[in-house]
Each structure stands twice: as structure tokens, then as C-alpha cells.
């Protein structure tokens, strides 16, 4: 069989990241914050931020005030706090993005604060007060989950088959 030339394996090989870390930027930020992320994820003993946990997050995010429209979203718990399925409760998301930022340093920070902000702000838009927050929702000091919740995700709570 015969050998690649090592100059076409070369030219194969994707720019050269510094080891152990990505080569590839998350959706939305630069190189330089998605590298930051990354080393975050790689050190954390939280559980709920592994690598990717972010890149998902913010995906997750943006999926949950994707459809069209002006009618409320209702976030849902997850049936399962494994890590995967964690995140079919957006305000999971929302709560890893936070952990997130806490830990990077001023400019990486600063950089995935401002899209957070945005999604914040569509979130905030988009989401209904609880006004029993106190009494109804976990972790209830978090703005985001200060909000009516445990409906289908689209519909509203009283609809809830539970
Ligand atoms: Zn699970």
C-alpha cells in the first residue's frame, strides 16, 4: 500500500492547537474564549461542567427561544440530572453558563457575558414571572428561575400532564 507523502498528510491536518486544547471555536465566540472555556471545563470538579458542557449550553439556550413568535416559553424539568439530560431544562443551561463565567478570566469572561446578555434578554422576554417564585422554584435567588415553569416546554404550566 502506498505511503502518503508527508506533505499531503500535512496539508490534511487542521491548524495546530497548542495540546490538549481545541482547535475549533464554539458557535458564536472567538478562538482565543473558546480556549479559555475549555481550560475551564478541563479543570472543573463540578460535575455538570465537563468538556463541552458550555458549547452545549449555549446551544441549548439559543434552541429553547428559537421558535418564532411572541407566545411565553415555559421551562421544564429534566426528567433525569445526569449530564445530558440536565439540559433538557434550560435553566440548567443557563445555571452551567453562570458557573461558567465565574471561573474564566476578564476577557474571555467579558466576551461570552455579552452573548449570554443577549440570550438573557430574549429569555427575560419570552418567559412569565413566577410570582411564587419563592415558595415554587429551586434555587429561587437566580433570576431565570424566577420564572413560571413545568409546563410542556412551548406550553403553559396548567396544561402539564402530571
Ligand atoms: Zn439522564
Not at 9 to 34: D, F, V
Not at 120 to 140: G, I, K, M, S
Request: hydrophobic share 30%; net charge positive.
Amino acid at each position: 500500500m502506498p505511503r502518503k507523502r508527508p506533505r499531503a498528510l500535512r496539508a490534511q491536518q487542521p491548524l495546530r492547537a497548542p495540546r490538549g486544547l481545541p482547535a475549533e471555536r464554539i458557535h458564536g465566540l472567538s478562538l482565543r474564549t473558546s480556549r479559555a472555556i475549555e481550560r475551564v471545563e478541563r479543570r472543573s470538579d463540578d460535575y455538570y461542567v465537563h468538556r463541552g458542557a458550555t458549547a452545549h449550553a449555549l446551544r441549548r439556550y439559543r434552541a429553547f427561544l428559537r421558535p418564532p413568535g411572541r407566545r411565553p416559553r415555559y421551562p421544564r424539568h429534566s426528567e433525569c440530572d445526569c449530564r445530558g439530560c440536565s439540559f433538557d431544562d434550560v435553566r440548567h443551561a443557563r445555571d452551567v453558563l453562570e458557573t461558567v463565567l465565574r471561573q474564566l478570566p476578564p476577557r474571555p469572561r467579558a466576551e461570552l457575558r455579552h452573548r449570554v446578555r443577549a440570550l438573557d434578554a430574549e429569555y427575560a422576554a419570552r418567559t412569565l414571572p413566577d410570582p411564587f417564585a419563592d415558595r415554587r422554584q429551586w434555587r429561587a435567588h437566580l433570576w431565570w428561575r424566577r420564572r413560571l415553569a413545568n409546563g410542556h416546554e412551548g406550553a403553559p404550566p396548567w396544561t402539564a400532564k402530571t
